[in-house]
T-cell receptor, first 114, second 108 residues
Framework: ETGVTQTPRHLVMGMTNKKSLKCEQH?????MYWYKQSAKKPLELMFV???????ENNSVPSRFSPECPNSSHLFLHLHTLQPEDSALYLCASSQDKGINEKLFFGSGTQLSVL | GIQVEQSPPDLILQEGANSTLRCNFS?????LQWFHQNPWGQLINLFYIPSGTKQNGRLSATTVATERYSLLYISSSQTTDSGVYFC??????????FGTGTRLTVIP
């Protein structure tokens, strides 16, 4: 148990659906992250929030929309996704965003877009 | 950007054997972490080790920052050690950058 909880564990959605991924951390951390893991590729950073403010957006398509209502919760809202968006989506948190950041990951949401 | 290479890409071990995983990086780093991803996708932080040596049970890690590499040692491997091991590094004020991993299979 890493202290970072993601739901759902698995999600299948059509290209016209709207769904949301949820992440909650119980570690008292100030920074939260969304990563995408596709087959045969390194983890890709999507979004970073520090103290509930977005500090990084790595050129992610607008069909992915993050939300961080407080330092313990992070959402990823999905709409009109494409089949190539199928991947494992991982949430992580760290005490702070900085040189010494040490990441703690959730179990991920395995997303399939049909 | 920084290049992170992990070797070997795949490794098969008999239970009880020892192994060394390597992470080479192309620039000076101020943060280096090793992670284990189990077959169910869970990533566990094993070490935060931008330099020096650390040990945690059967696992130990050494980073030689001046020579731009880090090693992860697994001794007396167990089937539960199976999964993918990732190295992640950070340079300057950039974000952590992950390598492509080493897939370890430990057979009984």
């Amino acid at each position: 148990e890493t202290g970072v909880t993601q739901t759902p564990r698995h999600l299948v959605m059509g290209m016209t659906n709207k769904k949301s991924l949820k992440c909650e951390q119980h570690l008292g951390h100030n920074a939260m992250y969304w990563y995408k893991q596709s087959a045969k590729k390194p983890l890709e950073l999507m979004f970073v929030y520090s103290l509930e403010e977005r500090v990084e957006n790595n050129s992610v398509p607008s069909r992915f929309s993050p939300e961080c209502p407080n330092s313990s919760h992070l959402f990823l809202h999905l709409h009109t996704l494409q089949p190539e968006d199928s991947a494992l989506y991982l949430c992580a948190s760290s005490q702070d965003k900085g040189i010494n950041e040490k990441l703690f990951f959730g179990s991920g949401t395995q997303l399939s877009v049909l | 950007g920084i290049q992170v290479e992990q070797s070997p890409p795949d490794l098969i071990l008999q239970e009880g054997a020892n192994s060394t995983l390597r992470c080479n990086f192309s620039d000076s780093v101020n943060n280096l972490q090793w992670f284990h991803q189990n077959p169910w996708g869970q990533l566990i932080n094993l070490f935060y080790i931008p330099s020096g040596t650390k040990q945690n049970g059967r696992l130990s890690a050494t980073t030689v920052a001046t020579e731009r590499y880090s090693l992860l040692y697994i001794s007396s491997s167990q089937t539960t050690d199976s999964g993918v091991y990732f190295c992640a590094v950070r340079t300057g004020a950039n974000n952590l950058f992950f390598g492509t991993g080493t897939r370890l299979t430990v057979i009984p």
